[in-house]
């Protein structure tokens, strides 16, 4: 889906507006003249950015057919060639479906150009996540385009795809066989929960050197699961705005804190990830 702004589309009206104007009022010189003509060449581009090819090729033509001194071009064709290329224009961004976002949620949508303008959250979504946990990173910012978008329950869809991610490598902390593709998040648990009910000397491997770690990585991961596993994969709800950011923050809030130890193959680390520098 292409970015565009409505602003863009503003000054485009009101630019050739103004051009048209400057051969009545005497203004048409060398210097305007060159500023339309980049201004052909910039909204041509911008105009090929949202699929609008024909008024492309008819800004790229207004630029470069512009009156000039040498009287090959009258400078009475400047105002009717630039009302009919504005028609043009207008007609066919008639004929795009343009999707509104609200400024609240723009980014989630993408992230700032600028990096220092990022979040902690967009920082650690790039960073420790995307690092230990490139699919479940990528299933996150999957999620929050959803969330911008208005699509609720897709966006918890997404989600629930990003903790399939956290279970299994939870699962494989425990060398077992690898899980089927019809276990369901409740098998892949009760390994987990078994382990739970020891004493922490007495657990598997990495479980026992990181009790508290994995405490809550197991805890957080039946709460998704109770919260928003079943009942999105069993067709039983649908979400609203809130239900959705909730998700959003708690799954985040999960791999910020599964990616300081562990990483999507299931190896521990003895230390985090550092985050992009702003």
């Not at 409505?6 to 485009?12: D, E, K």
């Not at 705005?241 to 804190?257: H, M, P, Q, Y």
Request: a neutral charge.
């Amino acid at each position: 889906m292409n970015k565009f702004n409505a602003g863009i589309f503003v000054n485009i009206g009101s630019s050739l507006n103004w051009f048209s104007s400057l051969v009545e009022t005497g203004n048409w010189n060398d210097q305007t003249r060159e500023a339309a003509q980049r201004f052909g060449l910039s909204i041509s581009e911008d105009l090929k950015e949202i699929a609008c090819h024909v008024s492309a090729q008819a800004a790229l033509r207004f630029a470069s057919e512009l009156p000039d001194k040498f009287g090959i071009r009258p400078p009475t064709d400047l105002k009717p060639r630039a009302t009919e290329l504005q028609s043009m224009i207008f007609d066919e961004m008639n004929g795009q479906l343009f999707l509104w976002v609200p400024h609240e949620r723009a980014r989630f949508y993408e992230y700032p150009e600028d990096v220092k303008k990022w979040d902690d959250i967009e920082r650690a979504i790039e960073g420790p996540i995307a690092g230990r946990f490139p699919t479940a990173s990528n299933e996150i910012y999957s999620a929050r385009r959803c969330y911008a978008l208005g699509q609720w329950t897709p966006c918890i869809f997404h989600l629930v795809r990003a903790c399939d991610v956290g279970i299994k490598a939870l699962y494989k902390t425990l060398d077992r066989p690898a899980p089927k593709l019809s276990d369901s998040w409740g098998n892949m648990l009760k390994p987990m929960d078994a382990q739970l009910q020891k004493n922490s000397g007495e657990r598997y491997g990495e479980w026992a050197k990181h009790p508290d770690f994995f405490d809550h990585a197991t805890n957080d991961i039946r709460a998704i699961k109770r919260a928003w596993r079943d009942t999105t994969m069993h067709v039983e709800a649908n979400y609203d705005e809130s239900g959705a950011r909730k998700a959003l923050d708690a799954v985040t809030s999960f791999f910020i804190r599964l990616a300081e130890k562990l990483d999507q193959d299931g190896k521990v680390h003895e230390r985090p990830l550092v985050y992009p520098k702003p």
